[in-house]
């Protein structure tokens, strides 16, 4: 198997992998973090008044106790904006400790509360502490830390809110349970929902990847087969008909060896600018006919030729050299040919163009390799690459290749 064939089968880096496969779910943590961050910071906005007019006391701990509950909020939104998605689930995951633990000490800092239509504000605010909650930990875990929560923000609302009953409190508690109930909900659902995604989207590039596979077999049999006409094929036939070895034979069975060798190691894909793409297509003109005159033109900007692409036009257009050579011969004179390569911008095309025998492509049959298949063939499997042979009887032949990086 050559490296091109090999590339196909190579497994996709772990790094790239695991980057690649979490997309979605890493797009709904931002957007989750980023939402709840700044709620956090308009419900804060919005309490501070409430809290400031509160007769209890004189100091500052009523207003520090909402500061510190809300404290990691704000992180939580920068870093779900702008920092590293593996700090999310441990900045939300710190924001809803710290809501919880200013939910239990609320008591502490309302226990002389006198207004009786004061409502604990982390009653109010328990959706923000589930929803990090739901942020940071899995389903399970965060449904049992919105069930404390819910109780707990109960609890200590009975306790500041004077004139509180059991039956007022199992209101409460119900009433948070299915509060918390619903917004943990929104948030694991649209994590699962993207974590689905991205499983789906792991099984496409799967699917993907084995098609790829498949199609880089199929043009390496294609292209083996092709180099078996081309070389080995005409090598033997060379040698059959030679009564002695000549120097010629040698050197074509040398070079049908080579090639054989550089189908079997094929090098990296690279990719030619417009000076190595007409030198590679001058050096495929060279193995068949050295004396092939070879105009090159260019206009736009530069070329980016993959060297498969490149490794494919040159194939077939030695295959044409080749044809023109065997068959475009007329008895009494010589036979003109040439080769034109016009670069421009994300293409190439070649002109093959003979003043021979010419022929009836509409009679060729459909078995003839070397046009069908090492030629034509060979153009149509390249992305891009197209080709196209016009001919007549007695008016010679141009065969005309073509690439396209936008094909």
């Not at 496969?21 to 973090?33: E, H, K, M, P, V």
């Not at 910071?41 to 919005?46: A, D, G, K, Q």
């Not at 005409?234 to 074509?252: F, G, I």
């Not at 030629?375 to 396209?404: N, Q």
């Amino acid at each position: 198997m050559t490296t091109t064939a090999a590339r196909a089968h190579a497994p996709v880096p772990a790094a790239v992998d695991t980057e690649l496969s979490r997309a979605a779910t890493d797009q709904i943590l931002r957007r989750l973090g980023v939402v709840i961050g700044v709620g956090a910071m308009i419900v804060m906005t919005l309490e501070l008044p409430a809290v400031l007019i509160q007769p209890l006391n004189r100091s500052v701990w009523p207003e520090v106790h909402l500061v510190a509950a809300y404290l990691l909020f704000a992180p939580l939104a920068i870093v779900s904006a702008r920092g590293a998605v593996t700090a999310i689930r441990r900045v939300a995951g710190a924001a809803a400790i710290c809501y919880l633990v200013a939910t239990v000490t609320t008591p502490l800092v309302y226990s002389v509360v006198t207004i009786g239509s004061f409502a604990s504000w982390p009653y109010r605010g328990l959706v923000l502490g589930v929803m990090a909650g739901g942020l940071a930990w899995s389903g399970r875990v965060a449904a049992g830390f919105a069930a404390v929560l819910a109780v707990a923000t109960s609890a200590s609302n009975a306790a500041v809110v004077p004139d509180s009953s059991a039956w007022a409190l199992f209101g409460d508690i119900t009433r948070a349970l299915g509060v918390a109930a619903l917004f943990l909900w929104c948030v694991v659902y649209a994590r699962t929902a993207a974590e689905r995604v991205d499983r789906e989207a792991v099984r496409q590039r799967s699917r993907a990847a084995t098609v790829a596979a498949t199609a880089a077999r199929e043009r390496e049999g294609a292209r083996f087969a092709a180099l078996i006409h081309d070389a080995v094929l005409s090598t033997l036939l060379e040698a059959s008909r030679e009564q002695e070895p000549s120097q010629v034979l040698r050197k074509q069975a040398a070079r049908t060896l080579e090639q054989l060798e550089q189908a079997r190691s094929a090098p990296e894909l690279d990719h030619l600018d417009a000076a190595a793409a007409v030198e590679f297509v001058r050096a495929a003109v060279r193995e068949v006919d050295p004396e092939l005159p070879v105009q090159a033109s260019r206009r736009g900007a530069d070329l980016c030729l993959p060297l498969e692409a490149a490794q494919v036009l040159g194939a077939a257009l030695s295959e044409a050299v080749r044809n023109s050579v065997r068959h475009a011969g007329v008895a009494g004179r010589q036979v003109r040919r040439e080769v034109a390569i016009t670069i421009a911008t994300g293409g190439i095309r070649v002109v093959l163009t003979d003043d021979g025998a010419g022929f009836d492509p509409a009679r060729v049959p459909a078995d003839r390799m070397g046009i069908a298949g090492s030629i034509l063939g060979r153009m149509r499997t390249l992305a891009g690459g197209a080709a196209f042979v016009e001919s007549a009887p007695g008016a010679g032949t141009a065969v005309t290749l073509v690439w396209g990086s936008h094909g």
